[in-house]
């Protein structure tokens, strides 16, 4: 078998666009509105949105990877890349949704599900800054950051020192070798 399952390949993509855009555009463009601005309230439905599609998105993706079939890797890969790979994979998991996990840990600490969704009046709180939730999903998005750089060098290995072209593995395409 040479390609992770269409399904979970489908779910990589998506997940890895959806994560980078709120990471890198969505995130930061939503902590520059200070909360009394008129566009915070939009701008905060749609990363809640946003983030809990994520959410759904990466537990299928989990999913998809538990219930299928992985393509075996190369006999010959190196034990440090062995371990480096292993690592990171967990980690990706496992920032991704600790990120959605403190996203909702801000909303529920600041009654935003009520605000944003429930037709409640009540107004956003000065600041999310003396959240606890908000501060560790700070931390965690830079975390991420971090972790998906070193995805893509992992990657810029594989494909231009080993040129082993293992990107054909989480692309569509026939299964079997
Ligand atoms: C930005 C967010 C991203 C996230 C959250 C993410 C997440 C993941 C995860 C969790 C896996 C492991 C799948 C498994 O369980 O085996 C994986 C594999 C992989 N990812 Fe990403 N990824 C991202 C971006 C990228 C990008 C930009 C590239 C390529 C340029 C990439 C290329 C790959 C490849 C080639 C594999 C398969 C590795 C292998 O078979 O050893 N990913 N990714
Ligand atoms: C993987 C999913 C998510 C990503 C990548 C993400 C990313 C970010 C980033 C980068 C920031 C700005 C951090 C900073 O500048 O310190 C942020 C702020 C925030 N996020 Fe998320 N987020 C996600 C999910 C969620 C979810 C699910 C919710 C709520 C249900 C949420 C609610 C918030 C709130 C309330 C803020 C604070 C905005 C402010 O300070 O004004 N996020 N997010």
Known sequence: MKRYHPLLVAFHWLVAIMV??????????????????????????????????????????????????????????????????????VALYVLVLAMVSSGIGIALSADLFAIAFGGSEAPLPASFNDIPARTIHGIIATLLLLLIA???????????????HLISRMWFGRRSS
């Open 20 to 89: 980078l855009v709120a990471l890198v555009v969505g995130g930061p463009g939503l902590a520059e509105l200070k909360n009394s601005d008129p566009q915070k309230l939009t701008a905060l439905i749609g990363h809640m949105v946003w983030g809990m599609v994520i959410g759904g998105l990466m537990l299928a993706f989990l999913a998809t990877r538990v219930f299928s079939r992985k393509p075996p890797y190369a006999d010959a890969e190196h034990p440090t890349l062995k371990v480096g790979r292993k690592f990171t994979h």
């Open 150 to 164: 070193f995805h893509l060098l992992g990657w810029a290995y594989h494909q231009f020192v080993l040129k082993d």
